[in-house]
């Protein structure tokens, strides 16, 4: 009787692992960019409070004027690992970030509108646009 032998050749093998290195090779360099625009996005999320300090403030006041600093808006900036500053100029939020590993780190401002009761937000990428959110190119 013969013996049926099973398994994967030498060559085989050495096919997969062909195969598999060419995919990571375009993977890796993706999934860096994707990881660089998602620490860029933090400083967006964590510009939230300060969005909404600012409306407040907006919407509370009188003649609808926006406030001077983080202060007249009742706001205390924050930092993390991606985000070094937010500050608060005439209601004017501006978002550093740091650490985001794109080549320039972004620097967002987002611009307050108010109309019929509303407060809008504009955001621009002063700095850094490559790596920054679609809502703020």
Not at 15 to 25: D, M, P, T
Not at 54 to 74: F, M, Y
Not at 110 to 133: F, H, R
Request: net charge neutral.
């Amino acid at each position: 009787m013969k013996k049926n032998m099973q398994g994967f050749t030498l060559i085989e093998l050495m096919i997969v692992i062909a195969i598999l290195g060419i995919l990571l090779a375009i993977a890796i360099p993706a999934y860096q960019d994707y990881l660089a625009r998602a620490r860029a996005a933090e400083g967006l999320n964590m510009a939230a409070p300060a969005k909404l300090a600012v409306s407040e403030s907006i919407l509370s006041h009188p003649s609808n004027t926006a406030p001077a600093d983080a202060t007249a808006a009742g706001y205390t900036p924050a930092t993390s690992t991606y985000v070094a500053s937010i500050g608060i100029s005439n209601g004017r939020i501006t978002v550093t970030t740091q650490n985001t590993g794109c080549a320039t780190n972004p620097v967002f401002q987002l611009d307050p509108t108010y109309n019929n009761g509303k407060v809008a937000w504009t955001c621009t990428a002063t700095q850094g646009d490559a790596c920054a959110p679609a809502s703020c190119r």
